[in-house]
């Protein structure tokens, strides 16, 4: 079935075939550093790994792992490079590095597809997420933030002031929402006044009536005011 859609296609269409196939591997990834010898994730640190078959060996290894075992593994060694201790698995510095694997993973499959705008737009909030935490880092510890950087391989660019361009329209609507709450300020100046005046005239007229009482009991008692 595949020989005869291989001969159903135009020499064109086959060409253009193998060379997309062959620009998707000449890619570069983030992940090629890892040695297709190393074990995964959940099987690294295992004691009976040292005591098991060679095949067995390869077939937890990441020569067989798929893309999403690759990333845990990546995942970790960022994560060691910047974390505080070995207990350290959610601060700024770990949340960072994780990001900046997702970042990567999601770059490198834009370039295949850059279409894809589902995962663009996620690669969009992370960039937003790493670049708050990596502001908020470079505000309280300069020097964890610089090395943070440093060990991750990221550039950090402080986002730009924003600037307004001036229009007469944009003055004219500004004078006239400054005219309108300076107004507003007014009338409710007015209102608290009012009810200032109300709230003491209350108390004034329960302070007439409290000593009211006070000396109609005096004189019922036939003590003199």
């Excluded at 983030?30 to 060996?57: Q, R, T």
């Excluded at 309280?140 to 550039?155: A, H, P, R, S, W």
Aim: with cysteine; net charge positive; glycine share 4%.
């Amino acid at each position: 079935m595949l020989a005869l859609l291989g001969r159903g296609l135009s020499g064109p269409a086959r060409a253009g075939a193998a060379v997309l196939g062959k620009a998707e591997l000449d890619t570069p990834s983030h992940l090629d550093d890892l040695s297709p010898s190393m074990l995964k994730k959940d099987y690294a640190n295992l004691p009976i790994m040292n005591s098991v078959d060679d095949v067995v060996k390869r077939l937890l290894s990441l020569e067989m792992a798929s893309q999403k075992e690759k990333m845990k593994v990546k995942i970790q060694q960022l994560v060691e490079k910047v974390r505080r201790s070995p207990n350290d698995n959610g601060s700024f510095e770990v949340q960072v590095a994780i990001l900046t694997a997702r970042i990567r993973t999601l770059e490198e499959h834009l370039q295949r597809h850059p279409k894809d705008k589902s995962n663009r737009r996620f690669m969009l909030m992370d960039l937003d997420r790493r670049r708050k935490m990596l502001g908020y880092l470079r505000r309280v510890n300069y020097g964890t933030f610089e090395n943070t950087c440093k060990q991750l391989g990221i550039q950090y660019s402080p986002p730009q002031p924003y600037t307004r361009h001036v229009t007469k329209r944009w003055l004219v609507k500004k004078a006239l929402c400054i005219k309108v709450y300076q107004e507003k300020q007014k009338l409710k100046a007015a209102e608290r006044r009012k009810q200032r005046r109300e709230r003491q005239a209350r108390v004034r007229t329960a302070r007439e009536q409290q000593e009211k009482q006070v000396q109609e009991k005096q004189t019922q008692e036939g003590t003199p005011v």
